[in-house]
């Protein structure tokens, strides 16, 4: 053996073989594992051929044969949220980077791969159990920077879903994409449409005004100098021309490169001409043959736009769905189009059929979130009504469409009736009635014409609109815009239903978000040939059996129909007339009906605008509560407690005279420290200004009381200083205070004027925006009296349409209000509530309810035409003298009727109802601090949420633990 190992061929067989064989041996196993490092042999092959790889989990990622050209390692690994890996390296960036919108429902998958890379690959997750729906759900890829909406799908059963992989990303991840704030645009054909709209809600504005020229020029131009800076305002493109979609010159411009090449450059030499943020590329009426050079057009122009800092929205046509489910497209490729563009839009569907449960609408929105980013998709939809006759659809507007129904009545059995007799009146296009369809919200009927053709009028409003939004939500898609609303007379409260359902609180399905479907009756009156009214009223729009009984005296009748909304009070559309005859009988002694007063026009002429700034509509809802931080000196308290309430405004009275004592002399005193201390922790602050001094008052008033000024300049003076001085601090003025009651308006005498109010409004509102345009002006809030006799107090809503018929809709931001809840619950409705155990019965009228005075304010606000305002409650609670030990102050006996608890109740429940309203701007609640600065057995302290001591009451905490 000694002699084999000297051997010097055995020598050099171990130094060049042996050992380098052991030595390689060494590095290719454990722990060294070179082949592992170097070549990833531990990790699973995939080869041009094809292959899957999974974790235990049930993950795969599946490579089709072809899609690969050469080799690749590649290992699929899940980390769960709860593994030490989700809180280090890139595990926790991925989570930390996950948007706020998405709720991850899965583990992270990481995929290792090494080697060449497919063009395209599967893949596949198990869904857990407990997902309520699939709808919302994406799969999100991590490049190792951001996450990124990839295609997928989840299977018909549910339990897996599947994406669709142009390249191999990091990490990737199932989610749950979450309801947040709904984008709402707005389509309107010019700017004079847009001014004379309720923008508030908005964030997005469609102008009209581009068209395409032949050869592929742009025509038109946008002046967007009145444009609100809030809005992103993108002109809109169209090939409708004279009112004829030219698809073929869109034919004629995609399918060929060159002249593709230079209408992207006409169409972007038009956005930066006209400073346009960017714009909506609307071309219809596109066949599948147009599709790739369309697709080709949006992705060139995307590119340009994109590298200019501008926006891209690109709108298709309404899809056809065939028998078997697909749907064809036309001309629009919805996933190359949606990768391209900023925002995709797609109009919803006028057949109410479409929404049914599991409708072609609910299955368009799904297949389109399956190959677009919801967080593009935009459902447009039109607040025309349309009446359909065969094939054809024309659109009408709102009131127009509806009066359809009242027109060409007939008189069952002529136009002559006998003194007393009745006469039945037939609506034959009202058919059997304006009906709602459930599913869609939609309000419809049908009727022949003349010549047996069918028409049937589907009509879009705030309750349908509503229906969508719901859908909106149900995809949690980037929002909704709204065609044919702004400038129009189509349905005005689907203006409240966005602006309620923008928000992840109040979106689309949630009951608050959706306006309760209109109850539409016929209005029918009936007047004498002199025009006197001599006799009126409704009948239900479903089932319409109109009959009048008969005057008593001879002569010639008309009898007027229209449909209405609000039970009679308005009207809409184009009212129908039928003129009857009452003959003259054998004479008797019959007495003369009194005549009926005539009713006031809905909407009056009211004076002419000022020069100030138009009324901005009062801003969004807020938290607020009054305070009296002039009596109670300790600011930080005050504040403190407004902060633990998480309430971002308050109130405090300005009472006049003690700020103005003479012509010229301000001295604003602790108001500085109030605005100043306010604004140093981010609080909002209301001065409701009343009270003139002596000086500035009429000699003839009741001094003994407070009361306005002989000239309403002498106020506005005073408000231009505030206004100045506190630019920046106090974010709104409310103008008064209850000008409805005789001992805030100078006294007994019959001086309540609605009239001299308004004078007074509008010298203020001219002068607080000409040194603070920005500031929110709120008229002052009548209160809700129960009384009217005019000397004493006026009807606070009789005062408020006295105050609309002398111009208030032109010198307020705002409509104040002062909603008291007395003993009553905030939502009890006072035509029919009532408690037998309360000791006080304010029952029977909207002055003792909370809701009355509300829906009663919004309804005249509306009548007026006025309906895009909120109403502020600048005051409003209930009381209860429970836990003071003491009884009510006299006058406010309902005190003892209400508990802590339930006052806790009531004002957590009528804050509720503001918020989900959406025609509601901040609430003041009644008070904060008064129980401490006036004692127990004064009536303010009964409402305090404060008791004498500063000691919580349940109200506090309540109000505290409100969701905000």
Known sequence: MRSILRNPWTERSIKYVVVPVLLLCSLWLPPVSLGVRLFHIDLPQVTAS??????????????????????????????????????????????QAIPANLQLVSPLYFLDAYGSRPKEAAFSAPLGEGLQSTDPLDVYAWDGRAWHWVPSRPQADGAEVEATLTALPRALAVVQAQPQALAVGVGAPDMAAVNASPLDMASELYLGGLSLGDGGAVSGEITLSSAPANLSVLPVLSDQVGGVVRSDWVANIVNDAQARANHVKAIVEAVNKGGYKGLSLEYAGLDASLRDGYTA?????????????????????????????????????????????????????ADPAAYAAGGAMEACLRELTRQVDRQKVQLVIDANATEQTGDERRPLIYGDALSLASQAPVAEGGNMVLPGA????????????????????????????????????????????????ALAQQFAIHGVALDNLAGTANDAHI????????????????????????????????????????????????????????????GEYTITLAISEDGGKTTLG??????????????????????????KPAAPEAPAAPAAPPPSGGGSFGYGIQVDMITDGNHARVLDSVQALGFNWIKQQVEWF????????????????????????????????????????????????????????????????????????????????????????????????????????????????????????????????????????????????????????????????HPSGYNNPPDADWRTFSDPSNSFQAVGHPSWFFRGTMEGYRNIMVAYGDGYKRIWPTEFGWASVDGLGVRPAAGYEYAADNTVAEQAQY????????????????????????APICGPADEKAAFSIVDPGWGHRPAFDALAGMPK
């Open 907 to 930: 004002i957590v429940r009528a804050y509720q109802m503001g918020r989900n309203w959406g025609f509601v701007g901040t609430m003041f609640l009644w008070n904060l601090n008064f």
């Open 297 to 349: 057009l949006v992705r060139e122009l995307a590119a340009q736009l994109h590298q200019a800092g501008k926006t891209l929205a690109v709108r298709v046509d309404e899809p056809k769905r065939s028998a078997d489910g697909a749907w064809d497209t036309a001309g629009y490729d919805w996933a190359a189009l949606g990768q391209a563009a900023d925002i995709l839009r797609i109009p919803a569907m």
């Open 422 to 469: 009745t006469l039945a009146v037939q609506l034959p296009q009202m058919g059997s009635g304006l009906k709602e369809d459930e599913a869609s919200g939609y309000t419809f009927f049908s009727f022949k014409d003349s010549s047996g053709v069918e028409h049937k009028v589907v009509v879009e409003n705030a309750t349908s609109v509503g229906k969508k939004l």
């Open 574 to 599: 184009t009212p129908a007339k039928l003129a009857v005859n009452i003959p003259t009988p054998t004479p008797s002694p019959t007495p003369k009906p009194t005549a009926t007063p005539t009713p």
């Open 658 to 817: 003690r700020y103005n004592p003479a012509p010229g002399v301000y001295d604003w005193g602790a108001l500085d420290s109030i605005a100043n201390d306010a604004s140093a922790r981010g609080i909002k602050v209301l001065f409701s200004v009343c009270k003139a001094p002596n000086w500035a008052r009429p000699a003839d008033d009741d001094k003994s009381v407070a009361g306005p000024p002989a000239d309403p300049g002498t106020y506005a003076e005073f408000m231009k200083q505030m206004a100045a001085h506190f630019k920046g601090r106090v974010q709104a003025y409310e103008i008064w205070n209850e000008q409805n009651l005789w001992y805030e308006w100078g006294g007994r005498g019959h001086r309540l004027n609605a009239a001299k109010y308004v004078e007074l409004l509008r010298a203020a509102y001219g002068a607080i925006k000409s040194v603070d345009p920005g500031a929110i002006v709120i008229s002052g809030a009548p209160t809700p009296t129960g009384f009217n006799d005019g000397d004493t107090a006026i009807d606070d809503q009789q005062y408020l349409r006295q105050m609309y018929d002398a111009g208030l809709k032109y010198v307020c931001d705002a409509v104040g209000a």
């Open 50 to 95: 094809g292959g899957t790889v999974s974790e235990p989990g049930g993950g795969r990622l599946t490579v089709a044969a072809g899609a690969l050209s050469g080799q690749m390692r590649v290992r699929l690994r899940a980390i769960d949220l709860s593994d030490k890996q989700a809180g280090v390296g890139d595990a926790a960036k991925a989570i």
């Open 495 to 554: 203006w409240d239903t966005v602006r309620v359902a923008r928000t992840p609180s109040g979106r689309g399905g949630e009951a608050g978000a959706q306006r309760t479907a209109p109850r539409y009756t016929v209005a029918w009156r009936v007047e004498s040939k002199d025009g006197k009214v001599v006799d009126q009223g409704t009948v239900p729009a479903d089932s319409p059996e109109l009959s009048w009984t008969a005057a008593k005296e001879p």
